[in-house]
Nanobody
Framework: QVQFVESGGGLVQPGGSLRLSCGTS????????MGWYRQAPGKQRELVAT???????YYADSVKGRFSISRDRARATVYLQMNSLKVEDTAVYYC???????WGQGTQVTVSS
């Protein structure tokens, strides 16, 4: 049974940082490109960042230079380091396959003063 479990969300002030984690089980982690997505209220889910099995990364223009995706093969975990957070980063963040189609339950990130 495939499971993705996100954690690390919360309330942070503009300019602050958060680190999201995504623990995975039920998959051969080293075989899959992974990604982080987000969905803000009233908007469609959008791709934030991806990382390939070889460690190559992609970032949406809106987060480039501020967010960093990484993966730990031994822990079968994907991370998203978010720095210089903006109010418009407020959303539920989901971990899943880079190609989409399956995600965890999400973790809420709220950026507000």
């Amino acid at each position: 049974q495939v499971q993705f479990v996100e954690s690390g969300g919360g309330l942070v002030q503009p300019g602050g940082s958060l680190r999201l984690s995504c623990g995975t089980s039920g998959i051969i982690f080293s075989s899959y490109d992974m990604g982080w997505y987000r969905q803000a209220p009233g908007k469609q889910r959008e791709l934030v960042a991806t990382i390939t099995t070889g460690g190559s990364t992609y970032y949406a223009d809106s987060v480039k230079g501020r967010f960093s995706i990484s993966r730990d093969r031994a822990r079968a975990t994907v991370y998203l380091q978010m720095n210089s957070l903006k109010v418009e980063d407020t959303a539920v963040y989901y971990c899943g396959y880079a190609r989409g189609g399956y995600w965890g339950q999400g973790t809420q990130v709220t950026v507000s003063s």
